[in-house]
C-alpha cells in the first residue's frame, strides 16, 4: 500500500524533499492534536444533525432517511473504541478525517508537483475556514473528505501510469465518498467532463470501465436499501432540490440566492484561496493543473444553479476544494505569490486557533451582550434535560414532540433516561428520520402523555390544559422562545 500511495519520484530522495514534507505533517500534526485536547474543555451541545448521526449509529444500516450510512457507521466505530457515546467519542473522528485528508492531498502536490507545493497544500487545507468550522463537528463533508481525496490521487496516478490497479482503488473510493455523502457522485461526473474535454484526461476504455463498475459495487449496498425503502434518502434529496419537482412555469429565478451562495465561499475557501480559484480558471497552463480544474469548478457551478433555481447551503460545493487546494497553492507558487500565501494561511490559523478555544469557553462569549455568539449549539441538552425531568416528576408515560430539534436532543440527551419518546404521526409521507422510525402508533404503551409545545395553554375536546412545567430556554438555541410542557391522555392526538 504504501507504493501505491507515495508518489514515486526522485525527489523523494533529496532532503530538501523531505523537509518539506516533515515540516506539512508536523504543522497538521500539531493543529490536530490542538483541537482534540480542545474537545476535552468543549462547552457545546451536539447540533441536531449530530444526534441524529449518532442515533442512527444505534442501528448500523446501508441508509437512513436523509443521508448514506457511513457517518453512522464511523460513528459506532469510535464510540465502540471509546467505550462512550460521550460528545467527545462522537465528534472525535472528525479532526483526524481531516489530518488524513490533508496528508493526501499532500501526497497529490507532491506527485503532481513538487514536496513544497505538497507542504503548502497540507497547511492551506488543514486551515482552511471550512475545515476549521468542520473539525467543531461531525458532518458527512468531513467523512466523505479523504475518500474523494483518494480517489483523485488514484485517478492522476492511473492516468500517469496506467495500471488497471489505480482505477479500481478510485472507483472504489468514489464509491465511498458517495457512502458518506451524495456529493461522492461529482467525482463520478467530473472524470467524465475532463475527458470529454481533455484528451490527457482520458484513461483507456478499460480502465474508465473498471473505475464506473467499481464505484456502482461499492456504492450498491445504499443504492439496494433505497430501492427497498421507498427511495426514502432520494426523496429526501429531491426535497432540497426541489425545483425539480416543478413545471418550467413554476421556476422562479433567485438571484439573491446565488449571490450569497457565490459569495458564501469566499469565507468557505478562504478569501485568497477562493479568489485564487477564479484566476486559475484563466491561468492555469499545465495539463494537471486543467484537470485539478475539472474536479472543481463544475462542482462550483452544478451547485451555483441549485442556489439560482431554489436555495444552496455554503458547504454544498466543499468536494470542489480538495482538487482545488492543491490547483491553487501550486498555481500560487509558480507565480511566486509567497506573501499571499502565507497571508493566507495565516488567516487560516487565527481562525484554526480561535474557534476551537471559542468552544471552551462558549457559554462566556456573547455578540450582543445577551445571548452566546454559539447559541446554535448551546442549551440543548439543558432543555432535553428539563423535559425527561417533567416527564419523570408527572409519571408520564411517554413524551411526545413535533419538533426534529427538540427530537434529535432528547433521544440523545436521554438515552440512558429509560424514557419513551415518540414523535407526532405525519400527514402523508414522513418529513424526517424520527417521523419515519419513532412516530405515536397503536404499539407505544401507555396513555398519560407528556406534550411539549411553544404555547401557554392546549386545548383537547374543549379542555383547555395547563402546563406542568415551564421549561428553560435561555441562553441557547431556544433563547428568547417560549417552551412549556403539558400532561395530557393519548386520546388528545388520535388521529
Same mark, same amino acid.
Given at each position: 500500500m504504501h507504493a501505491i500511495l507515495s508518489p514515486l519520484k526522485n525527489q523523494e530522495l533529496d532532503p530538501a524533499s523531505q523537509d518539506w514534507m516533515k515540516a506539512g505533517i508536523a504543522a497538521c500534526a500539531i493543529l490536530t492534536l490542538y483541537r482534540v485536547i480542545l474537545f476535552l474543555f468543549d462547552q457545546t451541545d451536539l447540533f441536531v444533525d449530530e444526534s441524529q448521526y449518532w442515533l442512527w449509529s444505534q442501528d448500523l444500516d446501508f441508509g437512513y432517511? /436523509?443521508?448514506?450510512?457511513? %457517518?453512522?457507521?464511523? %460513528?459506532?466505530?469510535?464510540?465502540?473504541i471509546g467505550q462512550s457515546d /460521550?460528545?467527545?467519542? !462522537?465528534?472525535?473522528? !472528525?479532526?483526524?478525517?481531516h489530518f488524513a485528508t490533508a496528508l493526501i492531498l499532500g501526497s497529490l502536490g507532491k506527485y503532481l508537483y513538487d514536496a513544497r507545493t505538497a507542504c503548502w497544500a497540507m497547511i492551506s487545507y488543514?486551515?482552511?475556514?471550512?475545515?476549521?468550522? #468542520?473539525?467543531?463537528?461531525? /458532518?458527512?463533508?468531513?467523512?466523505? &473528505?479523504?475518500?474523494?481525496s483518494l480517489a483523485?490521487?488514484?485517478y492522476f496516478r492511473l492516468l500517469h501510469e496506467g495500471h488497471a490497479r489505480f482505477a479500481l482503488l478510485a472507483g472504489a473510493m468514489a464509491g465511498l465518498a458517495f457512502l458518506a455523502k451524495y456529493a461522492g457522485i461529482y467525482f463520478i461526473i467530473c472524470v467524465v467532463l475532463a475527458a470529454v474535454f481533455m484528451s490527457k484526461a482520458r484513461p483507456s476504455w478499460r480502465n474508465a470501465l473498471l473505475v464506473l463498475v467499481t464505484f456502482a459495487v461499492v456504492a450498491m449496498p445504499n443504492l439496494v436499501w433505497n430501492y427497498f425503502n421507498d427511495l426514502t434518502t432520494f426523496e429526501h434529496t429531491m426535497d432540497n432540490a426541489d425545483w425539480v419537482r416543478r413545471n418550467s412555469s413554476e421556476l422562479d429565478l433567485k438571484y439573491l440566492k446565488l449571490a450569497e451562495f457565490f459569495f458564501s465561499q469566499f469565507g468557505v475557501f478562504g478569501p485568497i484561496l477562493f479568489g485564487s480559484l477564479i484566476a486559475s480558471v484563466y491561468k492555469a497552463r499545465e495539463a494537471d493543473s486543467r484537470i485539478l480544474l475539472f474536479f472543481s469548478v463544475p462542482v462550483i457551478l452544478i451547485v451555483c444553479v441549485q442556489a439560482l433555481l431554489s436555495k444552496a447551503y455554503a458547504n454544498w460545493a466543499v468536494a470542489a476544494y480538495f482538487g482545488g487546494t492543491v490547483l491553487? !497553492? &501550486?498555481?500560487?507558487?509558480?507565480?511566486?505569490?509567497y506573501r499571499l500565501l502565507r497571508l493566507s494561511v495565516w488567516i487560516g490559523v487565527v481562525i484554526a486557533i480561535g474557534l476551537p478555544f471559542l468552544t471552551a469557553i462558549a457559554y462566556h462569549v456573547s455578540?450582543? #451582550?445577551?445571548?452566546? &455568539?454559539?447559541?446554535?449549539?448551546? #442549551?440543548?441538552e439543558r432543555l432535553s434535560q428539563d423535559i425527561i425531568d417533567a416527564a419523570k416528576a408527572n409519571n408520564a408515560d411517554f413524551i411526545l414532540v413535533g419538533g426534529r430539534d427538540i427530537l434529535a436532543d432528547l433521544f440523545y440527551t436521554g438515552r440512558d433516561s429509560g424514557v419513551? %419518546?415518540? /414523535?407526532?404521526?405525519?400527514?402523508g409521507r414522513a418529513q424526517n428520520y424520527y417521523q419515519q422510525n419513532f412516530s405515536l402508533d397503536e404499539n407505544t404503551p401507555g396513555k398519560a402523555v407528556l406534550w411539549v409545545a411553544g404555547r401557554p395553554t392546549v386545548e383537547c375536546? #374543549?379542555?383547555? %390544559?395547563?402546563? !406542568? &412545567?415551564?421549561?428553560t430556554t435561555q441562553g441557547g438555541a431556544y433563547h428568547g422562545g417560549e417552551m412549556f410542557a403539558f400532561l395530557m391522555d393519548r386520546g388528545c392526538f388520535d388521529g
Open positions: 432517511y /436523509s443521508k448514506p450510512p457511513l %457517518i453512522a457507521w464511523t %460513528i459506532r466505530l469510535f464510540t465502540e /460521550s460528545i467527545f467519542w !462522537v465528534r472525535l473522528p !472528525v479532526p483526524l478525517f488543514i486551515t482552511m475556514p471550512a475545515v476549521t468550522l #468542520g473539525s467543531a463537528v461531525i /458532518s458527512t463533508d468531513t467523512i466523505m &473528505a479523504p475518500f474523494f483523485l490521487l488514484f491553487v !497553492v &501550486a498555481g500560487l507558487l509558480q507565480e511566486r505569490y455578540i450582543d #451582550g445577551e445571548k452566546p &455568539a454559539l447559541k446554535r449549539i448551546l #442549551g440543548r419513551v %419518546i415518540r /414523535s407526532i404521526r405525519p400527514r375536546d #374543549g379542555e383547555i %390544559i395547563q402546563p !406542568v &412545567a415551564t421549561l
